[in-house]
């Protein structure tokens, strides 16, 4: 093996840079500008709010081809309560035979809010579309059609160029890396980032049971870290 990377030479992947909340603000606040029509505007701001607060895979929110409501998230997986919604993931990479996991979304006093976001966007497509089901996927471009990962990713990008930021440094797993980084930054623990971030890494995780209060608390902690 030593050998044929001395011939072929080693393979360095392009770094995924984190968009960590500081740069999540950046992007809400430019697709509130107008970016797009003001429904793409609004769908990105609250496909990447709460891809962030809930440590998503892009995997986990968009489509890589066609719509299954059997994998893919529908409306019907998202509950809205007084203070916080829950998400429901039917199967991700470390859930293979779809257990499926419940992702708490809290309110909270900043204006970039994961609760906020989807509730409007809830009620958005409710109002816009005359044959709503709870079927449809939770995500939709202007379409219709569910938001699939290479229509994220290039718009995404585009918001990023508008930011001053090099776009292509940063991809679907951005969101993942940028809310550990926050969280670490304001020194949420390091078994409730686990948690948030559904690793399994470290066994002794799935023994320890985290409370509704406690996850809200380290997403508000998230809205205190610092430009990094």
């Given amino acids: 093996m030593h050998a044929v990377k001395r011939i072929q030479g080693e393979h360095n992947p392009k770094p995924r840079l984190p968009i960590t909340f500081h740069v999540l603000g950046r992007i809400c606040n430019s697709l509130r500008a ?23 895979r892009c995997g986990e929110f968009t489509v890589s081809k066609h719509f299954d409501s059997t994998v893919n998230l529908s409306v019907t997986d998202v509950e809205i309560l007084d203070s916080y919604a829950i ?8 859930d293979p035979f779809r257990k499926g996991v419940n992702i708490q979304l809290h309110k909270s006093d900043h204006t970039i809010c994961p609760f906020s976001a989807i509730k409007k966007y809830i009620a ?17 471009k202007e379409n219709g059609s569910a938001l699939d990962r290479d229509f994220f990713i290039r718009s995404l990008r585009h918001v990023l160029d508008i930011c001053g930021y090099n776009s292509s440094l940063y991809n679907g797993h951005s969101f993942r890396i940028g809310a550990s980084t926050s969280a670490g930054s304001v020194n949420i623990q390091d078994h409730l980032i686990k948690t948030l971030g559904r690793w399994t890494s470290d066994s002794y995780c799935r023994y320890i049971r985290i409370s509704k209060d406690t996850i809200q608390k380290a997403q508000k902690s998230l809205t205190l870290s610092k430009n990094i």
């Avoid at 107008?34 to 998503?56: K, M, P, R, Y």
């Fill in 34 to 56: 107008g970016v797009f029509s003001a429904f793409t505007d609004c769908i990105l701001e609250t496909a990447c709010t709460v891809a962030f607060f809930g440590f998503l």
């Fill in 87 to 94: 998400l429901h993931l039917k199967t991700s990479k470390t």
């Fill in 124 to 140: 958005i497509r409710k109002g816009r579309e005359a044959s709503f089901c709870f079927s449809d996927p939770l995500f939709v």
